[in-house]
């Protein structure tokens, strides 16, 4: 049998399935010491072990088989993947709000071959609406895809070609922009994108999925049609992120760029505002806003675009017995900013304090978060934060580490001059720094204590 027929797999699991002539993309019954199993062999990346073979069973999961556990296997039948999506021509309808979706990398949407078990990656507006068809009953939709990289590879290059391409489409006459991308890096594109994009008179909305297409419980084409109401009909003009609400598809949230954090590496409602509420929920009948205060639609053209960045940048999350080599290392290797994560109110051992003087004095600018997330750096509270403050080091208040290491690279984009750099730092944007949390803007219950047992009863869908 052809090698063709048996992509990506080597080693172990190549012999299994070349010993029971079963393909990939051929529907399979195989017989394990660990029970049955029924579905269709999916391929593998190359960088994937040789110990399993992986099936996507009739739920539309994926399950690895172990093949020291294989007894028996037997094909029957086979259906190759198509992988190219049916496009539709996306239709025009003079009375929809224009939408531009710039793709960064990854798969916006997708369509999944329920014969073969591929996912078949979707992004032209004609493969957009044969894979989802709803979001011609939203705008008119057209797209670009700028990059083709994962989120862990986004940086500075792309934050900046971002902006301008945004300021562009501005420039243009959309209605709304959304922006693809994935969801690990999502709240650093965001900050940078608040920071260079400023005062801009449409929603800018970026979104993503934590589940692919080919799982039942995706969030790939909710995300995208709230994300396209927003953009569309939205009155916030702003930076935001659009992901599920709840863990239920009740509704999704529009979080403000700045404040904005993942905090669950699979849940959907992984993304939380940090310190204060969401800007709006969002459902397929438009946007609900929850905070007053905010940036609103307009009918101009005007926008600040500021695409800098100094990449010579670092965070430090502090851990206790850090050696001082850390910020020497960093300073003998010409960085200019550093971003401290630190214990408490903004606390760092003793060890570091020579290594920190010597680096602002030799122009490094220094900023103190906080490892809590929720608060605010207190450093004239105790000794140690006076020590610090004395040395140089800046308290930031309570913006989240993310969005403090994104804007003292785009503070340091534009001056080296320390002063100034602190004036960038310390002036809000859009809420990275609030005068105070509200009440509500800390929510964090403890499973297991009788009265929180009872109240997530109430709401647990």
Same mark, same amino acid.
């Given at each position: ?7 990506? *797999? ?44 992986? @099936?996507?069973?009739?739920? =539309? ?12 296997? %037997? ?7 198509? *992988? ?45 609406? $044969?894979? !989802?068809?709803?979001? %011609? ?16 590879? +986004? ?18 006459? !959309?209605? =709304?922009?959304?922006? =693809? ?13 608040? *920071? ?10 970026? #979104? ?21 109401? %927003? ?43 940090? $310190?204060? #509420? ?24 005007? !926008? ?26 960093? #300073? ?6 550093? @971003? ?41 509270? *105790?000794?140690? =934060? ?6 140089? #080091? ?23 001059? +320390?002063?100034?750099?602190?004036? @960038? ?15 509500? $803007?800390?929510?964090?219950?403890? $499973? ?14």
């Amino acid at each position: 049998m052809s090698e063709d027929f048996f992509q990506g *797999y080597k080693g172990e699991a190549l012999a299994v399935l070349k010993k029971f002539n079963v393909r990939v993309w051929g529907q399979t019954k195989i017989k394990t010491s660990r029970g049955d199993f029924e579905g269709t062999v999916l391929p593998r990346s190359e960088n994937d072990d040789d110990k399993h073979i992986v @099936i996507k069973i009739a739920t =539309g999961y994926n399950v690895g088989i172990d093949t020291n556990n294989v007894i028996e296997m %037997a094909e029957t039948g086979y259906k190759k993947a198509n *992988y190219k999506i049916p496009e539709k021509e996306f239709p025009y309808s003079k009375s929809l709000p224009n939408v531009k979706l710039i793709g960064t990398g990854g798969t916006i949407a997708s369509r999944l071959d329920y014969r073969t078990g591929a996912v078949i990656p979707a992004f032209s507006p004609g493969e957009l609406y $044969g894979a !989802v068809p709803e979001l %011609a009953d939203i705008c008119n939709l057209k797209t670009e895809k700028l990059f083709a990289v994962f989120s862990e590879n +986004m940086g500075p290059e792309q934050y900046k070609k971002l902006a301008i391409a945004i300021g562009k489409e501005i420039e243009n006459g !959309v209605d =709304g922009i959304v922006i =693809g991308h994935g969801t690990d890096t999502l709240h650093h594109t965001a900050a940078a994108l608040t *920071y260079m994009i400023q005062n801009p008179p449409v929603p800018i909305v970026l #979104v993503g999925s934590q589940r692919s297409s080919d799982r039942p419980s995706s969030d790939a084409a909710l995300n995208l049609m709230h994300a396209c109401t %927003a953009a569309a009909y939205g009155e916030i003009a702003e930076v935001m992120v659009c992901m599920f609400g709840p863990t239920s598809d009740e509704y999704g949230f529009l979080h403000r760029g700045t404040r904005v954090r993942k905090m669950h590496s699979s849940y959907r409602s992984t993304f939380r505002t940090i $310190g204060d #509420v969401p800007l709006a929920t969002i459902t397929r009948k438009g946007v609900n806003p929850i905070k007053k205060d905010f940036n609103p639609r307009r009918k101009d053209r005007n !926008v600040k675009i500021l695409p800098y960045f100094e990449e010579k940048v670092a965070m430090i999350y502090y851990y206790p017995n850090m050696q001082p080599d850390m910020i020497d290392s960093l #300073v003998d290797n010409g960085y200019k900013g550093i @971003i401290i994560i630190g214990t408490g109110l903004g606390h760092v051992n003793k060890p570091l304090y020579p290594a920190i003087e010597r680096a602002h004095k030799k122009g490094v600018s220094i900023f103190m978060t906080v490892q809590t997330l929720w608060g605010y750096v207190h450093m004239f509270v *105790y000794d140690t =934060g006076r020590d610090l403050m004395s040395m140089g #080091v800046v308290p930031a208040a309570n913006m989240l580490p993310e969005a403090a290491y994104i804007k003292l690279g785009w503070a340091l984009g534009q001056t080296n001059d +320390m002063e100034e750099v602190k004036k @960038i730092m310390l002036t809000p944007i859009n809420d990275e720094i609030t005068k105070r949390e509200p009440y509500n $803007g800390y929510l964090i219950y403890q $499973g297991g204590v009788p009265e929180v047992e009872a109240f997530i009863r109430k709401v647990r869908k």
